[in-house]
């Protein structure tokens, strides 16, 4: 059992509050006790102390919607004129991508981002995984990657039909025996989902087949939804009002399911969305980025949708996207009072709520019976701080602090800017091992 104390502690979740010279106890499996730092210390006596010297701490933070694959595509050169808009970008870019993919690519691809997640407190990753070419096993492989790590996973594999019968049936496999493999060992940190392309690139028959597995399974999907106009207009191409009423159709909405971005959704799809408590991610500098739209999350929100925040492979850090939030819907509505609360309860109450939901215990708080996922930022308030003005830290303080320290179900991972789990030499091997094996990559691209 440790205590960690001297802290100014952001607990996060519904009864948010700032616990000045705070502190918390904790064991490998759940949080024991919150509270000033000597009250702490006198209920658990017999603890290993130690101090975060006044710096802030939260909970480690939660991506809901990453592709840990995209790190290969970082400096790549197109081999096409530049894409024109968002199909394009997809053909040019990431759908040649995946295909480049080997098995051993696959295991570094997510390390690098993995590792990255530990040095900037994020310690819960929702993943999305396409690998077409290295298809069978490939969750395994980021699993592992996950392990070595020490951080929280929740896998999928993408299914479409768009590179054929054989390939949409393998991944629909990849997706099955992940979950059965997952309910044999009854895993605490690693959960699954069943990953979907997008409505554009999935047939009626896919859609019905995966809407037998999810019900059989019990288990949600995982899917990008009217992410670009051009998944809407396929959507009523095939006869539907839009994305939403296609999924929806199929029983694809709900609470256990996950809709990437929903940029292209009126005002029918959000009262859809809303009450069958189905979860939408935000992901902005994605959707900025491929100059999709701006999704309109603060009608969804007044209409009681459950948004959260993804990175969408951008970085895995969600508190870059949380400020570029911030910023977009002041600058599209040209209105600055627009949103500002509502990305306080994205980050500090929806998200900790979809991680929860997903791997069935309190995650994303401090509080008791919660993970024991932290971060100590090195970052000590120079103004005052308050359950009101958490924000504010957050976007213009913690955001462009460095993390002190990252500590995963209760094992310290990053501690004063090291890895616990591995030297510096190892750290070099794994960057060189990436670079040559990118390069191989891009050159079959
Ligand atoms: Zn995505």
Request: proline share 4%; hydrophobic share 40%.
């Amino acid at each position: 059992m440790k205590i960690l104390e001297h802290a100014f502690i952001l607990t996060f979740g519904n009864d948010h509050q700032v616990i000045e010279d705070g502190a918390v106890a904790y064991d490998q499996n759940q949080i024991l006790g919150v509270g000033n730092s000597d009250q702490v210390r006198q209920r658990f006596p017999n603890a290993e102390r130690h101090s975060a010297n006044g710096r802030v701490v939260t909970p480690g933070l939660i991506n809901a919607h990453m592709h840990l694959y995209s790190t290969f595509a970082r400096g790549i050169t197109l081999k096409d004129p530049p894409p024109e808009n968002f199909v394009q970008i997809l053909e040019r870019l990431w759908w040649r991508l995946d295909r480049a993919f080997f098995q051993e690519d696959l295991y570094f691809s997510a390390l690098v981002p993995l590792l990255d997640a530990v040095r900037g407190g994020v310690t819960t990753i929702i993943d999305h995984h396409s690998s077409p070419h290295a298809l069978g096993g490939s969750l395994d492989t980021l699993k592992t990657a996950f392990h070595k790590c020490g951080l929280r996973g929740c896998l999928s594999y993408e299914i479409s039909d768009r590179d054929g019968a054989s390939r949409r049936d393998a991944a629909i496999e990849e997706n099955a025996a992940c979950l059965r493999g997952l309910k044999l060992h009854d895993s605490r940190d690693i959960a699954a989902l069943i990953g979907l392309h997008a409505s554009f690139t999935l047939e009626d028959g896919t859609l019905l087949r995966v809407s037998e597995l999810s019900k059989a399974l019990k288990c949600g999907v995982h899917i990008h939804v009217a992410e670009d106009y051009a998944d809407l207009a396929d959507a009523r191409k095939r006869g539907f009002r839009s994305v939403v009423d296609r999924l929806h159709r199929f029983h694809l909405t709900g609470p256990d399911n996950i809709f990437a971005h929903c940029v292209h959704v009126d005002d029918v799809d959000i009262q859809t969305l809303a009450f069958t408590r189905t979860n939408v991610v935000h992901n902005p500098r994605s959707n900025m980025g491929n100059a999709v739209g701006c999704a309109n999350i603060e009608t969804m929100m007044r209409e009681k949708v459950h948004v959260t925040l993804g990175t969408d492979g951008f970085s895995v850090n969600p508190l870059q996207d949380l400020a570029v939030s911030n910023i977009l819907h002041k600058h599209q509505s040209k209105d600055p009072r627009k949103i500002y609360s509502e990305i306080w309860r994205i980050l500090s109450h929806n998200n900790p709520a979809l991680a929860t939901a997903v791997f069935k215990q309190p995650i994303g708080v401090i509080e008791e019976h919660a993970v024991p996922d932290f971060v100590i930022w090195d970052y000590r308030p120079p103004t005052p701080i308050t359950s009101e003005n958490t924000l504010g830290h957050l976007l213009f303080g913690i955001s462009n602090s460095s993390v002190f320290s990252t500590i995963c179900k209760g094992r310290t991972l990053y501690e004063n800017r090291r890895f616990t789990f591995m030297d510096e030499e190892e750290e070099l091997e794994i960057a060189k091992r990436s670079r040559e094996l990118a390069k191989s990559l891009w050159e079959r691209f």
